[in-house]
């Protein structure tokens, strides 16, 4: 069965860095799009940072010019580089991954279980 694990998360000042990790594991055929979503308490699911297969990214409006995202398709990995974080950054971290398994000729999607980032001072 495929399951996308996260790691990476911890607290942080604001003003701090932070990398995220994702990596896909199972019996994968091939990953297409890619993306890590966020959700702060009370919050809604919000998009932070997206791939697609090719590697065109996408980003939130709110983490634009200071998270990259880039993905290792021969590792089946997916990370955030997350740079010059604020309190708003504050949330649980969720990757999200369009997996094509091994022994399936469909794409699935799957999520991961979150990782938690605390920037506070």
């Known amino acids: 069965q495929v399951e996308l694990v996260e790691s990476g998360g911890g607290l942080v000042q604001p003003g701090g860095s932070l990398r995220l990790s994702c990596t896909a594991s199972?019996?994968?055929?091939?990953?297409?799009?890619m993306g890590w979503y966020r959700q702060a308490p009370g919050k809604q699911r919000e998009s932070v940072a997206t791939t697609t297969r090719g590697g065109e990214r996408n980003y939130g409006d709110s983490v634009k010019g200071r998270f990259t995202v880039f993905r290792d398709n021969a590792k089946n990995a997916l990370y955030l580089e997350m740079n010059s974080l604020k309190r708003e950054d504050t949330a649980v971290y969720y990757c999200n991954a369009v997996v094509k398994p091994a022994l399936n000729r469909r794409y699935s999607e799957y999520w991961g279980q979150g990782t938690q980032v605390t920037v506070s001072t």
């Open positions: 199972g019996s994968i055929f091939d990953l297409g799009f």
